[in-house]
């Protein structure tokens, strides 16, 4: 029998592995992870302080006397809201204004629903055609246009109408919002509209049960695109309306400004009626308009 000696018997050594060589950091994060705090929010304080002090200087002619030199508003006066509002009919053009921007919402978030849903969910055979007119069309200004629109509105006899101004600016704004929407939809997944189908719904049944929720964000953000745009937008105003009982917002702003003198005061008091409905509507939709643009920024 033989017999070995254990002692005399060498271990197995394991081979040698090779060290990984260790993950080296993004240089654009490292930079950012051992950058002192001073850089970072330096940069954001100037940004931030210069973006903030025209709205400081704003309030200030606002809310000061007439005459008054003062960096502080102190005293503080509203009569120049008072004279904006009362004397210069800033109250019929915030009416005028709300009832544009809502009527624009409501027809461009409609017809661009129907047209987006064609979009994403049917093919025929100039839609790649159909697609770059749309994309063309936002090079073009609407200034060209005033001529031809004019005219149409002349023979509709909608000129001096809020109408002629609510039509052109849903025109205007239809192209983008129809893109913006079709990538909304392409989203949602078709199988969903398909379940729907075999539970016995129709395409309309189920695209209001099914895809229509969904589609909460997206139809926000463009239907608030649309309303700034038309609460904002000078030049249908100005061209297709005479009367003063129906003009808008801007048109009022222009108003206050003549080629002898200005009214800093109730300008400054005109720019802040007109800035802070706007900003009161951000500041509640924020969350579904950035998760609306996020959305329909996949797909498009």
């Not at 649309?226 to 009367?243: E, I, Q, T």
Request: aromatic letters at 12%; charged letters at 15%; glycine letters at 8%.
């Amino acid at each position: 029998m033989i017999t070995k000696d254990i002692d005399t018997v060498a271990p197995a050594v394991p081979a040698p592995v090779a060290d990984e060589p260790p993950q080296r950091p993004r240089k654009g994060r490292r930079a950012w992870d051992e950058a002192p705090r001073r850089q970072i929010y330096l940069p954001l304080g100037i940004y931030l302080l210069f973006t903030l002090v025209p709205f400081y200087w704003i309030l200030l002619f606002a809310l000061r006397p007439t005459g008054s030199t003062s960096l502080v508003p102190w005293p503080m006066t509203f009569e120049h809201f008072d004279k904006v509002w009362n004397d210069r009919s800033f109250g019929t053009y915030f009416e005028n204004s709300v009832y544009v921007g809502l009527a624009t919402l409501l027809m461009t978030t409609l017809v661009a629903l129907a047209g987006g849903y064609a979009l994403a969910r049917f093919d025929f055979k100039v839609k790649r055609a159909f697609m770059l007119a749309l994309l063309c069309s936002q090079f073009v200004p609407g200034a060209l246009l005033l001529v031809p629109l004019f005219q149409i509105f002349a023979e509709l006899q909608m000129i001096n109408s809020l109408g002629s101004v609510i039509l052109a600016e849903t025109v205007f704004q239809l192209p983008l919002s129809m893109i913006l929407i079709s990538g909304f939809i392409r989203n949602v997944p078709y199988s969903l509209e398909e379940a729907a189908w075999v539970d016995g719904c129709n395409r309309f049944t189920g695209f209001r049960v099914v895809v229509l929720p969904l589609l909460r964000p997206g139809l926000i953000a463009v239907g608030s695109f649309a309303f700034v745009h038309s609460w904002n937008h000078f030049l249908f105003a100005l061209m297709f309306l005479s009367d003063q009982e129906k003009q808008t917002i801007p048109v009022g702003l222009n108003s206050l400004m003549s080629a002898d003198s200005v009214d800093l005061g109730a300008l400054a008091a005109g720019g802040i009626v007109a800035a802070v409905p706007v900003v009161i509507v951000f500041a509640f939709i924020q969350k579904w308009l950035i998760t609306g643009f996020s959305a329909g920024a996949v797909k498009g």
